[in-house]
């Protein structure tokens, strides 16, 4: 269990008094801003929930559930979002959304906004920062303080809470596998989400499947979408490439949109698919052959095992829920659906 820190530990800290510390946290005018934000900081760092917020989340049920999420842009946590509220609203719970905009620091800010609005329980999709950095202890903070919390989609195994995910490792592993057997010899792994749970499952199940063919894999990360195209067509000249695995549908759809552009032809030249059955692939042309997530199953799949939590109705400790997933079929790849 993580220490739980007072305010007589973050007064011994800063050398001041248990009242100074108490004002600071209060924003009292008595105290000079340099010493407020003095406080506040050492309070984040350790992670101080005052004892009365604590006995009042455990005592009191609001039928309030906050939700944390990446980005609002993604057509995933779009539909997440839509399967987290419906589902809620059916079994008598609001919803709460925060932004984390893969900031560990957003995040950390965003679980003391709900614990101020006393929720019952979290469903939190993690930062890319919070997975590239391992830091998860903001989290176990406020699952020690008996706040039941369910990830979904970017998880972690290290914090002991339930999630709700898809198998990326075997669905990218079947998709880079669909494209070599189509006629694709030389196909590589796009990604602009690396540092996420699900680009390291993804990238790993394209590892095994191009080790089972004995083909020499591919890795085109890309960081900036402003320098997208050029990195892109670089990658394309330098190793001749036939079929891209990309990591998500946006930099699917931007992988399409690119070489298109200049002149190559999909799927006759490159093959394309992505993740995420969202509108934008569905309806681009040429339509993006892609990996059907279930974000709205995923979303409604974690607020169900959040409330059960929140009831003590289930038994196990952790609840690992991991979806089988499937490749839906279109124009950016060569007669998958005959395989």
């Given at each position: 269990m993580m220490q739980k820190y007072t305010l007589k530990d973050l007064a011994k800290l800063l050398n001041v008094s248990v009242s100074t510390v108490s004002k600071s946290l209060n924003d009292s005018p008595e105290i000079s801003t340099e010493t407020r934000d003095r406080v506040k900081e050492l309070a984040l760092l350790n992670n101080y929930i005052p004892n009365g917020m604590a006995q009042s989340l455990k005592a009191r049920e609001t039928k309030t559930i906050g939700v944390i999420i990446p980005n609002v842009l993604d057509s995933f946590f779009a539909k997440a979002l839509d399967g987290i509220e419906t589902m809620a609203s059916s079994l008598g719970y609001r919803i709460i959304i925060c932004i984390s905009n893969d900031s560990t620091k957003k995040e950390a800010d965003s679980l003391s906004t709900f614990l101020s609005a006393r929720v019952d329980g979290l469903i939190i999709s993690l930062a890319k920062e919070t997975q590239r950095?391992?830091?998860?202890?903001?989290i176990m903070n406020v699952i020690n303080y008996g706040i039941p919390v369910v990830l979904f989609d970017r998880i972690t195994t290290q914090l002991p809470c339930d999630y709700?995910?898809?198998?990326?490792?075997?669905?990218?592993?079947?998709?880079t596998l669909q494209m070599y057997e189509s006629g694709c010899e030389k196909i590589a792994y796009l990604s602009t989400i690396y540092d996420?749970?699900?680009d390291f499952h993804r990238k790993k199940g394209y590892l095994a499947a191009m080790k089972g063919i004995n083909v020499k894999p591919c890795i085109i990360h890309i960081k900036d979408y402003g320098v997208?195209?050029?990195?892109?067509?670089?990658?394309?000249?330098?190793?001749?490439?036939?079929?891209?695995?990309?990591?998500?549908?946006?930099?699917?759809?931007?992988?399409?949109?690119?070489?298109?552009k200049n002149g190559y032809k999909i799927p006759e030249e490159i093959s394309v698919i992505g993740f995420t059955n969202g509108f934008m692939g569905e309806k681009f042309l040429p339509s993006l052959t892609t990996v059907e997530q279930y974000a709205g199953k995923q979303g409604k799949l974690s607020v169900e095992t959040l409330i059960a939590r929140i009831r003590g109705e289930l038994t196990k400790k952790k609840i690992s829920t991991v979806l089988e997933s499937k490749i839906l079929y279109r124009d950016s790849t060569k007669a998958l659906e005959k395989l």
């Amino acid at each position: 269990m993580m220490q739980k820190y007072t305010l007589k530990d973050l007064a011994k800290l800063l050398n001041v008094s248990v009242s100074t510390v108490s004002k600071s946290l209060n924003d009292s005018p008595e105290i000079s801003t340099e010493t407020r934000d003095r406080v506040k900081e050492l309070a984040l760092l350790n992670n101080y929930i005052p004892n009365g917020m604590a006995q009042s989340l455990k005592a009191r049920e609001t039928k309030t559930i906050g939700v944390i999420i990446p980005n609002v842009l993604d057509s995933f946590f779009a539909k997440a979002l839509d399967g987290i509220e419906t589902m809620a609203s059916s079994l008598g719970y609001r919803i709460i959304i925060c932004i984390s905009n893969d900031s560990t620091k957003k995040e950390a800010d965003s679980l003391s906004t709900f614990l101020s609005a006393r929720v019952d329980g979290l469903i939190i999709s993690l930062a890319k920062e919070t997975q590239r950095n391992n830091d998860f202890s903001h989290i176990m903070n406020v699952i020690n303080y008996g706040i039941p919390v369910v990830l979904f989609d970017r998880i972690t195994t290290q914090l002991p809470c339930d999630y709700v995910s898809i198998d990326d490792f075997q669905i990218a592993k079947k998709a880079t596998l669909q494209m070599y057997e189509s006629g694709c010899e030389k196909i590589a792994y796009l990604s602009t989400i690396y540092d996420t749970s699900v680009d390291f499952h993804r990238k790993k199940g394209y590892l095994a499947a191009m080790k089972g063919i004995n083909v020499k894999p591919c890795i085109i990360h890309i960081k900036d979408y402003g320098v997208f195209e050029k990195n892109l067509l670089s990658a394309l000249k330098r190793n001749s490439i036939d079929g891209i695995l990309a990591a998500d549908e946006l930099s699917a759809i931007f992988t399409i949109r690119s070489v298109i552009k200049n002149g190559y032809k999909i799927p006759e030249e490159i093959s394309v698919i992505g993740f995420t059955n969202g509108f934008m692939g569905e309806k681009f042309l040429p339509s993006l052959t892609t990996v059907e997530q279930y974000a709205g199953k995923q979303g409604k799949l974690s607020v169900e095992t959040l409330i059960a939590r929140i009831r003590g109705e289930l038994t196990k400790k952790k609840i690992s829920t991991v979806l089988e997933s499937k490749i839906l079929y279109r124009d950016s790849t060569k007669a998958l659906e005959k395989l």
